[in-house]
């Protein structure tokens, strides 16, 4: 550890940069590896690649609508509902 690079760069002050980029490059990944293995689009093998433009909307609207996006359909877009409804609804 004598470098001045690990010096530099190994130091408490940076631990929060670290991590903020290793979840930035996480999602990124599970992002990549959802697409590649799940996405309809997404051909990887030549067999399947040489079909070309395939019609099946029920695999596509299965893919489009998964179960985060069903969840959070109906809901209201707050972030803290009981903080929001305590300074909008007060009980006089």
Not at 19 to 34: H, S, Y
Not at 37 to 55: F, H
Not at 64 to 69: C, D, I
Request: aromatic fraction near 8%; proline fraction near 8%; glycine fraction near 6%.
């Amino acid at each position: 550890m004598s470098s001045p690079t690990l010096k530099r760069w190994l130091r408490p002050e940076v631990y929060p940069l670290f991590a903020a980029v290793g979840v930035a490059v996480g999602i990124c990944g599970l992002q990549l590896v959802r697409n590649i293995c799940i996405n309809p689009e997404v051909r990887v093998s030549k067999e399947t690649r040489a079909q070309g433009v395939l019609e099946n909307f029920s695999e596509g609207e299965k893919y489009a609508e998964h179960g985060l996006r069903k969840f959070v359909r109906n809901r209201e877009p707050e972030i803290m509902p009981s903080i929001n409804s305590f300074f909008t609804n007060p009980k006089s």
